[in-house]
C-alpha cells in the first residue's frame, strides 16, 4: 500500500486532484475493510508490501506488523524487509489476518503462486485487493485504456501519465485472483467494478 498521497511524486492539477481523489478512496476502502474483516485491535495483521506508510498510517490502533522489499526508515512500527515472493520469515499462521493492498499487480505473474502461498501460509485469513483490468482508467498511470495495450505501445503513452513504473505492472483479470486466493467480490465506482477484493476472514 502506497502512502496517503501516492502522486506527490508528480506535479501539476491531474497529480493533485489524483491525490485528492486517491486519499478519498483509501479512506472509504479502509472503512469497508474493518466492517467485512471484523478485525480488531487484538487482531493480529500482517501487512504484506505496506511501504512507508501501508494501513498503520490510515489504522494505527491496530496490531500490525509491516513487510516490505526494502527497508522503510520512516515507516512508523514494526516492520520486516522481506521477499514474499521467496519465502516470509513467520511461522504458519503467525497471524491472524494477511493484508495485501495494491500489491499483487506489482509482482511478476511467474512469481504470483508462490506470493499467494506465503500470504496464505503465515495467517488464517487475508484481505488482498487489486486494481480491476476491466476499469478504464489505468490506476496507477491514470491513462485511460493504457493497461489494455501491448506493452511496446503502453510504454509510450505511460510518459504522459502522472507516475509509477511501466515494467512492474500488470493487472490481474478476476479468474487469475480467484484461483489464487479463492472467491473475489467487486469494490464498485459507480456500475464499474474498479478492484476485486478477496477476503477470507480470520
Given at each position: 500500500?502506497?502512502?496517503?498521497?501516492?502522486?506527490?511524486?508528480?506535479?501539476?492539477?491531474?497529480?493533485?486532484?489524483a491525490?485528492?481523489?486517491?486519499?478519498?478512496?483509501?479512506?472509504?476502502?479502509?472503512?469497508?475493510?474493518?466492517?467485512?474483516?471484523?478485525?480488531?485491535?487484538?487482531?493480529?495483521?500482517?501487512?504484506?508490501?505496506?511501504?512507508?506508510?501501508?494501513?498503520i498510517?490510515l489504522?494505527?490502533?491496530?496490531?500490525?506488523?509491516?513487510?516490505?522489499?526494502?527497508?522503510?526508515?520512516?515507516?512508523?512500527g514494526?516492520?520486516?524487509?522481506?521477499?514474499?515472493?521467496e519465502?516470509?520469515?513467520?511461522?504458519?499462521?503467525?497471524?491472524?489476518?494477511?493484508y495485501?493492498?495494491?500489491?499483487?499487480?506489482?509482482?511478476?505473474?511467474?512469481?504470483?503462486?508462490?506470493?499467494?502461498?506465503?500470504?496464505?501460509?503465515?495467517?488464517?485469513?487475508?484481505?488482498?485487493?487489486?486494481?480491476?483490468?476491466?476499469?478504464?482508467?489505468?490506476?496507477?498511470?491514470?491513462?485511460?485504456?493504457?493497461?489494455?495495450?501491448?506493452?511496446?505501445?503502453?510504454?509510450?503513452?505511460?510518459?504522459?501519465?502522472?507516475?509509477?513504473?511501466?515494467?512492474?505492472?500488470?493487472?490481474?483479470?478476476?479468474?487469475?485472483?480467484?484461483?489464487?486466493?479463492?472467491?473475489?467480490?467487486?469494490?464498485?465506482?459507480?456500475?464499474?467494478?474498479?478492484?476485486?477484493?478477496?477476503?477470507?476472514?480470520?
Open positions: 500500500m502506497a502512502p496517503p498521497n501516492a502522486f506527490t511524486r508528480a506535479s501539476g492539477p491531474v497529480a493533485r486532484l491525490g485528492t481523489l486517491s486519499d478519498r478512496a483509501r479512506a472509504r476502502r479502509l472503512e469497508q475493510f474493518l466492517a467485512l474483516s471484523g478485525v480488531t485491535p487484538q487482531t493480529r495483521i500482517v501487512d504484506v508490501g505496506c511501504g512507508g506508510l501501508g494501513l498510517g489504522a494505527p490502533q491496530l496490531d500490525i506488523t509491516g513487510v516490505d522489499l526494502i527497508d522503510r526508515p520512516e515507516y512508523p514494526r516492520l520486516v524487509q522481506a521477499d514474499a515472493t519465502r516470509l520469515p513467520f511461522e504458519d499462521n503467525e497471524f491472524d489476518l494477511a495485501a493492498n495494491s500489491v499483487i499487480e506489482h509482482v511478476a505473474p511467474a512469481r504470483r503462486e508462490v506470493f499467494a502461498r506465503e500470504v496464505r501460509r503465515v495467517a488464517h485469513g487475508w484481505y488482498v485487493q487489486t486494481p480491476a483490468m476491466s476499469f478504464p482508467i489505468e490506476p496507477h498511470s491514470l491513462l485511460p485504456g493504457a493497461h489494455w495495450l501491448p506493452l511496446a505501445l503502453r510504454r509510450r503513452y505511460w510518459s504522459l501519465g502522472v507516475g509509477s513504473d511501466v515494467e512492474e505492472i500488470a493487472l490481474l483479470r478476476r479468474r487469475e485472483l480467484e484461483r489464487l486466493f479463492g472467491p473475489v467480490f467487486r469494490e464498485r465506482w459507480g456500475p464499474l467494478t474498479k478492484s476485486w477484493i478477496a477476503l477470507r476472514r480470520p
